[in-house]
């Protein structure tokens, strides 16, 4: 199934991001796109993929966020909008890197993030990283090695603080057990960023 039916029924704007995972239903999903629901909305269809290819029951009918979020390597194939074959193959991928200790029997993204190993390394970055931005951030750009892993940026700094923990989350899966280079030049991430923010600069979004 393509879609889900959301609604906003708060009296504030809602932002759902793309790479949201979300579970329950007959199969766990997750967000293919951006959207912003106004207050009362009403509702409103939204994109999804699912990320559990091996289910197809309702355990229940309503669907629930745990702030799990696609690594960047799925991520990105959601904004390409790819066909489904090709997020269950990257599903796949992230579960052979990840190599949890029990092999989900639905073939569940969420069983990589529910693995214990993985939790500790997620904890570990946690305590390494600084789950609060600097005052005034409103994004960040987040390096495997030498490799840019993803470059987030919002509107708003108090916006990016908020998304800012279950980002972090994914970008640690996304360099979970891969081998880092020891000495990476700082000055060679910093113009790979400038030149990321000057491409971003002169896209074109889309409002539905």
């Not at 960047?72 to 269950?88: A, H, I, N, T, Y």
């Not at 029990?102 to 500790?120: F, L, N």
């Not at 946690?126 to 919002?154: M, N």
């Not at 708003?156 to 800012?164: G, K, M, N, V």
């Amino acid at each position: 199934m393509p879609e889900l039916v959301v609604e906003n029924r708060g009296k504030i704007h809602v932002l759902l991001l793309a790479g949201e995972i979300l579970l329950g239903g007959k199969q766990n999903r997750v967000l293919r796109e951006d959207i912003l629901l106004p207050p009362l909305s009403g509702p409103r269809p939204i994109g999804v993929y699912c990320v559990e290819q091996g289910r197809w029951n309702e355990g229940r009918k309503e669907f629930e966020s745990k702030g799990s979020f696609a690594q960047p390597g799925l991520r990105s194939k959601l904004m390409e909008r790819v066909g489904q074959q090709q997020v269950w193959d990257s599903v796949a991928k992230a579960a052979r890197e990840a190599a949890p200790a029990a092999a989900s029997p639905t073939q569940s993204y969420q069983a990589i993030y529910d693995d214990g190993k993985v939790q500790a390394h997620l904890a570990e970055v946690e305590r390494a990283a600084s789950l609060r931005p600097l005052p005034g951030a409103h994004g960040a750009a987040v390096f495997v090695g030498p490799t840019i892993s993803g470059l987030d940026l919002f509107h708003a700094p108090e916006l990016f603080t908020r998304e800012w923990p279950k980002l972090l989350r994914a970008h640690a899966l996304e360099a979970y057990r891969k081998a880092l280079a020891p000495d990476v030049s700082e000055a060679a991430l910093r113009t790979q960023v400038q030149s990321l923010l000057a491409q971003a600069s002169r896209a074109e979004g889309s409002l539905r």
